[in-house]
């Protein structure tokens, strides 16, 4: 089929055009609410969601990847349940202490539903 106004359309054009209804659409539908939209088409994909997992800024990490943890946790990690995204993105994480948000760090599981 042709279509006329794509014709003499160049390749910049249309990045252009794409780029500015893509940044439109952003704004009005993702950032327009603080960004509660995108969170929750993304939390229901999270990894290990519901499931007990370590999260470590590092060295925790590096324990696990070598075999496993000896009886403590190194500082900077935590275990709990996954429980979802934060409001500002951040890995909700449902510990013994209490709800615990992590906004950088690795995640590990440490079981799996059967």
């Known amino acids: 089929p042709h279509c ?3 014709q003499n359309l ?3 054009s249309l990045w252009l055009s794409l780029v500015s ?3 439109f659409w952003y704004e009005t539908k993702f950032a327009a609410d603080g960004g509660k939209i995108a969170l929750s088409l993304m ?3 999270l990894a290990f969601l519901g499931e007990t997992v370590l999260v470590s800024d590092g060295a925790a990490g ?3 990847e070598a075999g496993g943890l000896a009886s403590a946790l ?3 990690a935590a275990v709990g349940k996954l429980l979802g995204l934060g409001p500002d993105g951040q890995l ?3 510990t013994v202490a209490g709800e615990a948000l ?3 760090g690795s995640v590990y599981p440490l079981s799996r539903p059967g």
Do not use: K
């Open 43 to 45: 939390e229901p994909e």
């Open 92 to 94: 909700r994480l449902g």
């Open 10 to 12: 160049s390749a910049q």
């Open 21 to 23: 209804i893509m940044y």
């Open 4 to 6: 006329p106004q794509l």
């Open 102 to 104: 992590f906004a950088s």
């Open 62 to 64: 590096a324990a696990m």
């Open 74 to 76: 190194p500082a900077g």
